[in-house]
């Protein structure tokens, strides 16, 4: 028994991680990771034992999220977004470099779930392109072409919300 | 410089650090020529590196208490133990009730 927890605590931080920037809001994120990590404990014998715990334990979180998505658009209820760049209306930031913590997030936030789960795995968790396919049970390729929009798609949103407040969309998405 | 044509899927790999170093070299090459699909792979690396860098902090809190895998086996060790009361109840009741 002593083995489960020792694979699992070093993936605890990085499932966190994955939470947080795929559902935000942080109560949320920390309770889908609690379900994957009861989930694992409950289901370790059901461990493929040639598989990777790392693999294993993101790609029950991650369909746990995809759930809880779901279930949170089906309610209708507004998710919140953090309040993404709202400090910086109206001060136009040139500076590619200048992207701020919740500017980047939050922008995040604003791509189609299927795209952002391929970003942030491949970004952020150092995860290879077959290791996502895998999580998100997808073909390669289609890890690759969410990728590369999900790329471009950034890149706009970005673009959009360095605009002067005057002539850009409102960037609050209500569901 | 192999024959194998460089492809977008090259591209996204030399942003994330995936490609062997032959074959980042080759795209190194391609995009010293093309400054123009440089550039745009450059904004691609940087936009990794901010959301990496945005992302960060939250792998370095402290893991709370309900996320402690040894508290929740724990729990399980508990409830588990618990759910075999009622049955064992039961056969005891069964037994003497065949005596």
């Known amino acids: ?175 | 410089m192999s024959s194998h044509p460089i492809t977008e899927d090259d591209l996204h790999g030399f942003v994330d650090h995936l490609l062997d170093s032959a074959r980042r070299s080759e795209v190194q090459t391609y995009l010293d020529a093309h400054p123009e699909i440089a550039a745009r792979i450059a904004t691609f690396s940087r936009q990794r590196e901010a959301l990496r860098a945005a992302a960060a902090p939250i792998a370095d809190e402290p893991i709370p208490p309900q996320l402690n895998v040894r508290h929740l086996m724990d729990g399980r060790r508990r409830s588990q133990a618990w759910s075999w009361r009622p049955m064992a109840a039961s056969v005891l009741l069964l037994v003497s009730a065949s005596d």
């Open chain 1, 1 to 175: 028994m002593a083995d489960i927890a020792h694979l699992i605590e070093p993936v605890i931080p990085a499932l966190r991680r994955y939470a947080r920037t795929f559902v935000r809001g942080a109560a949320d994120a920390d309770d889908l990771v609690q379900d994957t990590l009861e989930r694992a404990i409950s289901r370790w014998h059901q461990r493929r034992s040639d598989g990777d715990t790392r693999t294993w334990l993101f790609s029950i979180l991650h369909n746990l999220a995809v759930n809880h998505l779901r279930r949170a658009a089906r309610r209708g209820r507004e998710v919140p977004l953090d309040d993404a760049g709202e400090s910086d209306v109206g001060v136009p930031s040139t500076q590619e470099d200048a992207l701020r913590r919740d500017d980047i997030l939050g922008a995040v936030g604003q791509l189609p779930d299927d795209q952002r789960s391929v970003l942030l795995l491949v970004s952020i968790e150092d995860v290879s392109y077959a290791e996502a396919a895998r999580i998100l049970d997808i073909p390669i390729g289609t890890v690759m072409s969410r990728l590369a929009r999900a790329r471009e798609r950034l890149l706009k949103l970005l673009e959009e919300q360095r605009k002067p407040a005057s002539d850009r969309p409102h960037l609050r998405r209500v569901q």
